[in-house]
């Protein structure tokens, strides 16, 4: 039963996944919708439904999905631009991130004292200075992670910023 029950979500997810894209398919009078790519001898329009928005697009062009990992594996590689960009963002990111921790450490330190304010601990109290030991160590490891995955992506950053491109010279 339980196997039924699996079999029928999975195939249920399936179909869900292609449901906010269709195809209008055209030719001379006729019109035909479908959920799949129309037929060559028709025109073709991809009409996506996402968050209470529907647009149209003429999409004649046939849809090639590729997978990235096959890019990468043809070498079909991003550009040095498009990489430089991709290491900046996620630095940026990153950064925002440890901002953000900062704050949700001062949340948590106000909470830890709001706490033991109504249990009347003193500030010297062996379970107030646990709590706030593991809450600082908890933000100081996050905020570690990240800065020391921002000094891999800025040594990465730098060595493809200074790299030059290969000679593609048929002559060396």
């Known amino acids: 039963m339980a196997k039924r029950l699996l079999l029928m979500v999975l195939t249920m997810s399936a179909f869900t996944a292609q449901a906010n894209t269709?195809?209008?398919c055209m030719m001379d009078e006729k019109v035909v919708f479908s959920q799949t790519f129309c037929p060559q001898e028709y025109s073709q329009h991809k009409i996506e439904y996402q968050l209470g928005i529907t647009t149209e697009i003429d999409s004649d062009k046939r849809e090639l999905k590729e997978d990235p990992l096959t890019a990468l594996l043809n070498n079909q590689t991003l550009s040095k631009q498009k990489l430089l960009k991709l290491l900046d963002g996620e630095i940026y990111r990153l950064k925002q991130e440890n901002s953000y921790f900062e704050i949700l450490?001062?949340?948590?330190?106000?909470?830890?004292?709001?706490?033991?304010?109504?249990?009347?601990?003193?500030?010297?109290?062996?379970?107030?200075?646990?709590?706030?030991?593991?809450?600082?160590?908890?933000?100081?490891?996050?905020?570690?992670?990240?800065?020391?995955?921002?000094?891999?992506?800025?040594?990465?950053?730098?060595?493809?910023?200074?790299?030059?491109?290969?000679?593609?010279?048929?002559?060396?």
């Open 22 to 24: 269709i195809y209008k």
């Open 105 to 172: 450490r001062a949340s948590e330190l106000q909470k830890l004292d709001r706490k033991r304010y109504w249990q009347t601990k003193p500030k010297d109290d062996p379970s107030y200075a646990l709590e706030l030991q593991q809450v600082t160590k908890r933000f100081d490891d996050l905020n570690k992670h990240n800065t020391d995955f921002i000094s891999i992506l800025e040594q990465q950053r730098t060595k493809i910023a200074t790299e030059t491109p290969p000679d593609n010279d048929i002559n060396n």
